[in-house]
């Protein structure tokens, strides 16, 4: 289907905020979420200019961008340099908004590019004139831009992380009804990524989506988490390994190593950079700080990323005998993951909780009550009224076994199910 431009609010207000100022802003969040579209949408009602990097050698970058440029520039130089292009942008008479998207692909050629740009920003760049540059690896922005030690280090006005969409927005834009469950399996498919959203169609169920996504013959989430690997630049059969590892349900490092063959000092620094990039997040029971606890756990972060490792990768070769219950129920089990997700996302500072003999889905500060928690099952499905006291009492007697009851004596207790996407 063809994607109107939804939401974006918040980020829209942002750049309306930078180009009242003027200056460096660093735009970033990993591919296909949208900054391309968001940037060339604003652009559009700013006169702003724009140019899209390509992975070529230096000369040929530079004459791509001034290419791309030069339309709305007055001028008749060809720049040879960076530096000779950063002084005709200085030489405009008028006040300009430039975008410099997939950024990343120029640092990688030249290495000199970022301590020129930083000379040119203290120097010469324009009063009230915005310079954006936007890229899709999260790991080298972050090099970039936030490393003490990089010369663009402090030079951005602001670094606006572009996040997936979420559940409403995703309603939204493909036509459909939050309420109904079908809906939010569909989004479980597809996650936050409006280039994903492309995909659905209104009149499919979620089993006919996650067939032509990722089932069918040549399915373009295939090579997915390769693409985005290698935009991150963690490279490699390992991490592919550890994904694996982590979506058949390893979630502790120790289980992670044991499943790859290898100790597990050996997959730190792995671990780490699929952290760095928000592929893996990590997961601490609630209450906890990683430097005074070892029940840490690893979960897949994208929901489209979990359901190729959860799902399609274990699957893939068997799907087609599959009987339709079957393929329903692994996108509801995985959906339900993500349904989690969601529910924890609407209570600041939830988190899961777990011991020995106990787990709880949803451990939060209750926002109607500072001095006692919010303690909550999540299930997705909607449950009957005798379904749902049966749930709560169970609820009630795991937090009697639980040991974080001593430190927080007062607690709620919730069972959320279904019903709050109606909400």
């Not at 109107?4 to 942002?14: D, I, K, M, P, T």
């Not at 792995?270 to 070892?294: A, M």
């Not at 600041?348 to 777990?354: I, K, L, S």
């Not at 009550?369 to 795991?398: F, I, Y």
């Amino acid at each position: 289907m063809n994607m109107e431009f939804v939401n974006r609010a918040a980020e829209l207000r942002e750049l309306d905020a930078a180009a009242k100022h003027g200056g460096l802003l660093v735009v970033f969040g990993r591919r296909r979420v949208g900054k391309t579209r968001l940037l060339r949408q604003w652009l559009q009602g700013h006169a702003g200019l724009y140019s899209q990097a390509i992975e070529a050698q230096r000369d040929l970058q530079i004459q791509q961008v001034f290419a791309d440029l030069r339309p709305q520039l007055e001028t008749q130089l060809v720049p040879k340099t960076w530096p000779e292009l950063f002084e005709i942008f200085a030489l405009q008479k008028k006040r300009w908004v430039v975008c410099l998207d997939e950024f990343p692909y120029l640092t990688a050629v030249d290495g000199s590019l970022p301590s020129r740009l930083q000379k040119w920003l203290d120097h010469s760049l324009p009063r009230g004139c915005l310079l954006i540059v936007a890229g899709s690896s999260t790991r080298m922005m972050n090099d970039l831009f936030l490393h003490r030690s990089a010369p663009l280090y402090g030079r951005a006005r602001k670094l606006l992380h572009v996040q997936p969409m979420d559940y409403a927005a995703f309603c939204d834009a493909c036509d459909l009804r939050p309420g109904d469950p079908d809906a939010f399996e569909k989004f479980a498919c597809v996650g936050g990524i409006p280039k994903y959203w492309e995909f659905v169609d209104a009149g499919q169920d979620a089993v006919a989506l996650a067939e032509s996504l990722y089932f069918d013959y040549a399915p373009y989430m295939e090579q997915e988490p390769q693409r985005i690997l290698r935009d991150e630049g963690v490279i490699g059969l390992n991490a592919v390994a550890v994904l694996e590892a982590v979506g058949r349900g390893a979630e502790r490092p120790s289980e992670i190593a044991s499943r790859l063959g290898t100790a597990q000092t050996n997959l730190s620094r792995l671990l780490q950079q699929l952290l760095d990039t928000s592929i893996l997040n990590r997961e601490l029971p609630f209450g906890e700080s990683v430097r005074s606890t070892n029940r840490t756990l690893y979960r897949i972060q994208d929901p489209t990323m979990r359901f190729w490792f959860r799902v399609f990768s274990p699957h893939q070769s068997r799907w087609r005998t599959y009987a339709a219950t079957a393929k329903r129920k692994l996108i509801h089990d995985h959906a339900a993951t993500v349904f989690e997700d969601v529910c924890r996302a609407r209570f600041p500072g939830a988190q899961r909780y777990w011991e020995s003999n106990v787990e709880l889905d949803l451990v939060a500060p209750d926002p109607d009550d500072a001095k006692r928690l919010l303690v909550a099952e999540v299930k997705w499905r909607r449950l009957t009224v005798a379904e749902r006291k049966n749930v709560l009492g169970q609820l009630e007697s795991k937090w009697v076994r639980c040991s974080l009851r001593a430190r927080h004596p007062n607690a709620r207790f919730a069972v959320l199910d279904a019903t709050v996407l109606g909400v």
